[in-house]
């Protein structure tokens, strides 16, 4: 059986999160995050998102949390 992983927010345990666009600060792209594959809104132009990396700042969609995205895959 196939164990699907999915990573939820630290304090809230909400599986929504969104970075912001660096050239944009009111701008933000909403995803999830399933078996380590960044799946964003269907609404998100992909051609328009900033490459998420571990060093990337996360932040929830539910709650104040943020940080690096490296701890969301802890």
């Known amino acids: 059986v196939m164990r699907i ?3 939820k ?3 809230c345990q909400s599986e929504y999160f969104y970075i912001k666009d660096p050239e944009d600060e009111y ?3 909403k995803f999830k995050c399933t078996d380590g ?4 809104d269907s609404e998100v132009d992909v051609s ?3 490459e998420v990396r571990d060093e990337s700042e996360t932040y929830c969609i539910n ?3 943020h940080g690096h995205f490296e701890v969301l895959k802890k």
């Not at 594959?37 to 964003?40: C, K, P, R, W, Y």
């Open 5 to 7: 992983i999915k990573m």
């Open 9 to 11: 927010c630290p304090l």
């Open 27 to 29: 701008n933000y792209f």
């Open 37 to 40: 594959e960044i799946q964003f």
């Open 48 to 50: 328009e998102v900033p």
């Open 63 to 65: 709650c104040a949390w």
